[in-house]
């Protein structure tokens, strides 16, 4: 498919295949295995030619037109080439010319796929090329005369698409190409999610279980804005296991509306998962190690993780939606922007050998927190939400240091309970998650160079004016640090305004109680780092504080 802006979504709807006819059934057939042997051919153009072929300042993207001037003589608004060096067309005589370039764009498409995954991970990413004969590569078909939607009144099934077989169907100065009808099932929900924007492109498979389905691209329709300007407000998303989630609003006047989001039946039934694994890999180890058999406890195994993972997955959609809501209602009141912790490399700290024990690592390993903010940030786009970029308007932040510091004062607090926050220089008392949870609200103020502007009080003052002083320390000229020190002189406690920062090295924030034993030399943390108001300077107490009842999950039994 063509890059384009806006926002994309997919709708997978299965094909009748019963109600298809024998003939009908093999020109199915017979046009994706024809795209997939030109789509092959493509891939191995692109990979002999590679050298010549990238683009881009980190080589991750392949010229199209010059893979176009190696496959097709045919050009536009000129002479045709005499010959070129992989002639297409003469190796696919009766392929349509729309078929070769829909084609085409699915070759690259899924060449800079492999290349990123390959910058990623090195050369040990699997190549396209190397892929079984007998799979299949569907093309994407986005010309509109090469397929369309049509829904009949007089039929069952109501829905099918029209699709135009490209193999030529007549030789001479013209072609002719049949019509392909192929019947669908589509439900409420696929006609729901079809009408929500423009239909663009279409792509026909068959899956590993021989099922045959039409992936349809859907382009959003663009949302406009409100047509008054509403008050600016940041919402603090602090993810968690024994609470899913607990969410903070932070306007310019006050920190209210704290919510928390409990899914009590995942936790019983995770943990019911976790001990069933754990009977059956000691078995199977146990039957490995005295030669007997253990193919049908590795087969229970197979099942007892993926109805665990399914558990998983269902309830992290449950409290994407939930969030979702939420948004979706505070969004009618205020120009919204969302912050949630990002909690890079938190699983290193759940590697063996590191003296936490077993249950430890499962909790952390189990923690699906970037399954939860990719969905939440996909949603929010098919929304109409600005997502990427300088303007962005949901963002995931550096969660480092927001769990142990006091978000009225700035000071390094301890932790008690595990959800409980107390600040020895402010006296604050309140939920760990909550104070995190503000903390990571402050990091987008700090961050997002709009929301600085606005006046305000409180925790949001102090989060704009770090931004502001921020960026002018940045324009200073950096001074050289060999053979100086960069600690402080300071007591083990941060004082009044003063950034825990300061004590990065001297004092040890793993021993605070945080639960969460990572690194805190991050520079982007370091970066972020708020110089907070003073307790005096904030409003009341009885104004900051608005609590609302837990939200429960919903079980997926």
């Known amino acids: 498919m063509a890059r384009s802006h806006g926002t994309t979504i997919s709708v997978k709807v299965p094909i009748a295949w019963e109600q298809m006819t024998k003939r009908s059934k093999q020109r199915l057939q017979q046009i994706v295995g024809r795209d997939t042997r030109i789509i092959k051919a493509f891939l191995g153009v692109i990979q002999e030619h590679e050298p010549i072929l990238l683009t881009g300042k980190k080589k991750l993207r392949i010229n199209e037109n010059q893979l176009h001037k190696l496959t097709m003589t045919a050009t536009r608004g000129k002479a045709n080439r005499p010959s070129v060096e992989h002639d297409m067309k003469t190796r696919f005589p009766r392929s349509s010319q729309n078929e070769i370039t829909e084609c085409r764009k699915t070759a690259v498409s899924q060449y800079e796929s492999y290349l990123a995954l390959r910058n990623k991970k090195g050369r040990s990413a699997s190549h396209p090329c190397e892929k079984s004969r007998t799979n299949r590569i569907p093309r994407w078909i986005f010309s509109p005369n090469m397929f369309r939607l049509v829904q009949r009144k007089t039929s069952i099934p109501r829905w099918w698409m029209d699709l135009r077989d490209s193999l030529d169907s007549a030789s001479g100065n013209y072609s002719r190409h049949d019509r392909l009808m192929i019947p669908l099932k589509i439900s409420p929900f696929h006609e729901n999610q079809l009408n929500r924007g423009e239909l663009k492109a279409a792509q026909v498979f068959a899956d590993r279980h021989r099922k045959w389905w039409v992936t349809f691209a859907i382009r959003l329709s663009e949302i406009k804005p409100p047509a008054k300007e509403l008050p600016k407000a940041v919402l603090g998303v ?129 923690w699906a927190f970037a399954r939860i903010t990719d969905s939440l940030k996909h ?158 300077s904030d409003i009341p107490a009885s104004m900051q504080e608005k609590e609302t009842k837990f939200v429960g999950g919903i079980s997926s039994r």
Not at 432 to 437: I, P, W
């Open 238 to 366: 602090d993810l968690g296991i024994s609470k899913a989630a607990c969410t903070v609003l932070v306007t310019p006047r006050k920190v209210s509306e704290t919510r928390f989001y409990k899914q009590e039946d995942k936790i019983k039934l995770m943990k019911r998962y976790d001990n069933l694994v754990a009977e059956l890999q000691h078995e199977m180890d146990t039957r490995r190690n005295s030669g007997q058999r253990y193919d049908n406890v590795a087969k229970k195994l197979r099942k007892r993780k993926t109805k665990r993972e399914n558990i998983s997955r269902e309830h992290d959609r449950v409290l994407v939606r939930q969030l979702l809501d939420y948004i979706v209602q505070l969004s009618e009141k205020y120009t919204l922007y969302v912050a949630i912790g990002r909690l890079k490399g938190i699983r290193n700290i759940a590697r063996r050998g590191n003296y936490k024990g077993r249950r430890f690592r499962s909790m952390i390993n189990s």
């Open 379 to 536: 949603q929010l786009a098919q929304l109409g939400w600005v997502v990427d970029g300088s303007k962005a308007r949901f963002r995931a932040v550096p969660e480092q240091w927001t769990s142990i510091m006091c978000w009225k004062c700035g000071s390094r607090g301890h932790r008690p309970k595990q959800n409980l926050f107390v600040c020895p220089n402010c006296g604050q008392k309140t939920n760990a998650d909550r104070n995190g949870a503000i903390n990571i609200a402050g990091r987008l103020i700090t961050l997002t160079e709009s929301l600085q502007s606005v006046k305000g009080l409180g925790k949001w003052a102090a989060s704009a004016q770090a931004g502001r002083s921020l960026r002018l320390k940045a324009r200073r000229k950096s001074q050289s640090s060999q053979g100086k020190s960069s600690l402080s002189k300071r007591d083990d406690i941060s004082h009044l305004g003063e950034s825990a920062a300061v004590h990065h090295v001297q004092t040890d924030l793993l021993s605070s109680g945080d639960g969460v034993e990572m690194g805190d030399d991050d520079p982007a943390a370091g970066r972020t780092v708020e110089i907070l108001s003073a307790a005096g």
